[in-house]
Structure formats: C-alpha cells, structure tokens
C-alpha cells in the first residue's frame, strides 16, 4: 500500500462513516417530527373536551354485576332471608356511594312494608326515581306446575331496576337538583289472598309530605331485546323529555315514542296524587313471573341505555 493508495483508503472510509452518521442523523429526526405530531394530534382533542360538558357516565357492566348479585341471594320474597339480605346490600352500596339513608317501615294490609329511601341531603326531593326490589312470592306464570308453586328468581322483574338506581347512586354528579332514590318494597303480590300490587309506593306517597317535579320508575328494564314503548298512564311532558333524550344519545331503538301498555304500577300512587309520574317498562318480556327469569335473559347493553337516559335526563334538569 503506498501513501496515495492510504489517502484514497481513507477517504474511502471516511465518506462511508459520514454516510452512516448521516443516515442515522436522518431517520432520527424522522422519527422526532412523527413523534412531535402524533402528540400534537392527542392534545388537540383533549383541550377541545375541556369546554363540552361532562360525559354521560354509567358503568353497563356494574349494574350486569348487581342483577347477579341480587338473584344470588335468591328470591327477594316479602319476609324471606334474602329479601332481608338485599335490604341490607342495598342500604350499604348507597351509603358506600355517599347518600344517606332511611328505611320507612310501616306495614300495609297487616304486611309489614320497608321502603328504602337514598338522599344526598335534607333538601325537599324535585326528583324521584323509583323501583322495586321485592319479588313475586309465586312465580306463577310458569307453565310447569313444580316451578310455578315455587318462587322466580326476578332477574328482570326487580333486579334490574335496583342495578339501574344503585349505579345511577354511584355515578350521578353530586350538585344535580334534590333528588332521592326510593327502592320500594312489595309492589309485586297482586292476586295474591291477603295481598294487592304496589302497597309499598302506596304506603311511601301517603307517608311523605312531598311534592316533586316528577317521580320516574324503573320496572322490567334489562331485557336482552329491549323494547320501552311510552306508557299510558304517564304524564305526557315528562315522558317526551325522557324519550327525546334517550335518542339524543343513540337510544332511540330502545325507547319507541309509540304508546303500548297501559300498566298498574310504582308509578300509580303518584299519579293518584297529582304528581307527575312515568314508568319506565318494557312489558313484552316472555318469561315475566316465571322460573325464568333469570340473568341471562338481561343485557348489560339493556341496563345501559336506560341508565345513560336517566343520568343524562337527571343532569339536565335545572
Ligand atoms: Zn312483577
């Protein structure tokens, strides 16, 4: 090797490093500009939330949990051990979730009634949202006579409702108008000797001294294929607003602005008494007061789009 050969060697080597330098020099600022604009494209977004009200906030899946829950304690039968379980369940899931609250006891046709009564404070209630948490004693729509001369498990019938109140209590903003959360007893015994539909509303508007805005109930609320049609009875204004609010937020395949049933229900004592009312019902539920009425024929999805409604509907009122 002679010394021109060694200058044209090393410049050989020298052009090849800064080569590699430079190609490495390259892809990394590359790599810097895609990075810097991919964080670019995520903050531009999360600014922009910053100035549109808060999202609606239900957990689907909690409440799927809690209609498990419930029908794992059994039947919740007037006077039975798992009626006092569920009691006791839900009264700790809402002071879990800050609320205060009363059990009314009284007692209605010689049965002894426990209404539990949720409140943030002691401000008169504008709003009331209801449901019922006993079950049938019989579930005697069954067609098999051994089934039919025993308790349901009233996964939608009961159930549902009181998952759909008990997340709303863990995921309403707390500074919403005066609200409580009423989980009625024994509205389910009707044509029963001794018994009649609805006595724990019953015992709870005549016990009250109050006057809300409007009482909403929740009843039959979880079916997988869930079809709420307006209900007869309740009042017109208040039903619209639910409805309309409910295909605000894509529900509106759920919530049909047609009217079908004409029910008996926890809404009824309210409507005897000049407060408005609405109920909250699907009642085309093939398995309604049978053995078969269980978790599995509920939907997470269903519990859902009636919990989204109902957050939305309670965080709009002024
Ligand atoms: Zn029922």
Do not use: C
Not at 170 to 190: H, I, M, N
Not at 217 to 226: E, K, R, S, T
């Amino acid at each position: 090797m002679n010394k021109q050969t060694v200058v044209a060697y090393l410049t050989g080597v020298s052009i090849l490093f800064l080569a590699v330098i430079g190609y490495y020099a390259f892809s990394f600022s590359q790599e810097t500009t895609n990075a810097s604009a991919a964080s670019t494209l995520t903050q531009t977004p999360a600014a922009s939330l910053t100035e549109t009200p808060a999202p609606v906030s239900f957990d689907s899946l909690q409440a799927y949990a809690d209609v498990q829950t419930q029908v794992a304690f059994g039947p919740r039968t007037p006077g039975s051990e798992a009626h006092a379980q569920v009691q006791a369940w839900i009264r700790a899931e809402l002071e879990s979730a800050g609320w205060v609250v009363e059990i009314q006891k009284t007692s209605r046709l010689g049965h002894p009634i426990f209404n539990i009564i949720a409140k943030r404070n002691a401000e008169a209630p504008q709003i009331i949202l209801g449901a019922h948490y006993d079950t049938r004693l019989l579930a005697d729509n069954d067609a098999d006579t051994v089934s039919k001369s025993k308790p349901g498990p009233g996964a939608n019938d009961g159930a549902s409702g009181v998952a759909v109140l008990l997340e709303l209590a863990r995921s309403l903003p707390k500074d919403t108008v005066p609200l409580w959360l009423v989980f009625f007893d024994a509205e389910d015994q009707g044509r029963f000797e001794g018994w009649d539909w609805i006595l724990g509303s019953q015992a709870f508007v005549a016990e009250n001294d109050i006057q809300p805005r409007a009482a909403v109930i929740v009843d039959m609320i979880g079916d997988a294929n869930l079809n709420i049609h307006f209900e007869k009875n309740s009042t017109p204004a208040i039903r619209q607003e639910i409805w309309d609010t409910a295909a605000a937020l894509g529900h509106g395949d759920v919530f049909i602005q047609t009217e079908k049933f004409s029910m008996i229900d926890d809404h009824t004592p309210f409507l005897a008494e000049n407060i408005p009312a609405v109920d909250i019902i699907d009642f085309d539920y093939p398995y309604w007061h049978t053995a078969q009425d269980t978790p599995d024929k509920v939907s997470a999805q269903s519990l859902g789009a009636v919990g989204e409604t109902l957050w939305q509907w309670v965080v709009n009122q002024k």
